[in-house]
């Protein structure tokens, strides 16, 4: 059981756009900053949204972020089948002393 | 050119000990949080431990206090993770990672850790 609750899937065809939502407490989102990350098969994790609503270099503007109390919300337009990977959400816990991500949400681009 | 190589990862029973190793090169390694994260798997990824640049502030999650020990050499640019009393439930891929929720972050390839008997 994830500190972070996220959907275990979610589906969008191509050229579509799909929302991730990340939902956590007072301690963690509520209290802090929410980032997102992107694992594609057989890869390393990347971050993809830092600090809420931020791009690291390289990230398209496909990719957005925002933050509303204590959830958090992971955006992805002109869906690619490219895109197709498992994405988390994370978050410091003061409460817990340390870094929580969520569950993970798998994308598949029908 | 950002390199992050874990190496020490290998296959050992339960009760033994392992000592992750984070080579760095690339970048100003005693500028930088850093941090081990794990996944088992199939799972989902799990956070295990942090430092800060300078050594003094160190976190873990609970389920490896006592056994794990994260530390790190500005000198030799690297990073350690000191795993004891290892478990079956400690198998899993060991990423290392540079700043993990800064506009900088970095993974690692990440070394495999087995426990079993």
């Known amino acids: 059981q994830s500190v972070l609750t996220q959907p275990p899937s979610v589906s969008a065809a191509p050229g579509q756009k799909v929302t991730i939502s990340c939902s956590g407490s007072s301690s963690n989102i509520g209290n802090d900053y929410v980032s997102w990350y992107q694992q594609l098969p057989g890869t390393a994790p990347k971050l993809l949204i830092y600090?809420?609503?931020k791009r690291p270099s390289g990230i398209p503007d496909r990719f957005s972020g925002s933050k509303s109390g204590t959830s958090g919300t992971l955006g992805i337009t002109g869906l690619q089948t490219g895109d197709e990977a498992d994405y988390y959400c994370?978050?410091?816990?003061?409460?817990?002393?340390?870094?929580?991500f969520g569950g993970g949400t798998k994308l598949t681009v029908l | 050119e950002v390199q992050l190589v874990e190496s020490g990862g290998g296959l050992v029973q339960p009760g033994e000990s392992l000592r992750l190793s984070c080579a760095s090169s690339g970048f100003s390694f005693n500028l930088y949080w850093m941090t081990w994260v794990r996944q088992a798997q199939g799972m989902g990824l799990e956070w295990v431990a942090t430092i800060k640049p300078d050594g003094t502030e160190k976190y873990h999650v609970d389920s490896v206090k006592g056994r794990f020990t994260i530390s790190r050499d500005n000198a030799k640019n690297s990073v350690f993770l000191q795993m004891n009393s290892l478990r079956v439930e400690d198998t899993a891929v060991y990423y290392c990672?540079?700043?993990?929720?800064?506009?900088?972050?970095?993974w690692g390839q990440g070394t495999l850790v087995t426990v079993s008997s």
């Open positions: 990672v540079r700043g993990v929720r800064s506009a900088e972050s970095f």
């Open positions: 600090d809420n609503d």
């Open positions: 994370g978050a410091w816990d003061s409460s817990l002393s340390g870094f929580v």
